[in-house]
């Protein structure tokens, strides 16, 4: 069974930064890419990064410049580097992994974690 834990969240001021951790059971190169979304309050869950088994990464315009994905292969483990955040961050950012199995995507979640920038 997948489990993906992050960690990392908090209580942060505009201009701060964060970093959030998801750290997989098993082994992080199963999935063929890995990616970070958030929730805000009343909102439909959005893309937040992307990161490709190949390394490829993707970001939303909204993040592009401030957010960094990585991930650790020997730790398991993918980040999200956060910098310069604004109150409009505020969010749980989720953990997902993909993983294609003969044609199908099958899709896993973490449980979220919170990250509020106060103005």
């Known amino acids: 069974q997948v489990q993906l834990v992050e960690s990392g969240g908090g209580l942060v001021q505009a201009g701060d930064s964060l970093r959030l951790s998801c750290a997989t059971s098993g082994s992080i190169v199963r999935f063929n890419a890995m990616g970070w979304y958030r929730q805000a309050p009343g909102k439909q869950r959005e893309l937040v990064a992307t990161i490709l088994i190949s390394g490829t990464t993707n970001y939303a315009d909204s993040v592009k410049g401030r957010f960094t994905i990585s991930r650790d292969n020997a730790k398991n483990t993918v980040y999200l580097q956060m910098n310069s955040l604004k109150p409009e961050d505020t969010a749980v950012y989720y953990c997902?992994?993909?993983?294609?199995?003969?044609?199908?995507?099958?899709?896993?979640w973490g449980q979220g974690t919170q990250v509020t920038v106060s103005s």
């Open positions: 997902n992994a993909v993983r294609n199995v003969m044609g199908t995507s099958l899709n896993y």
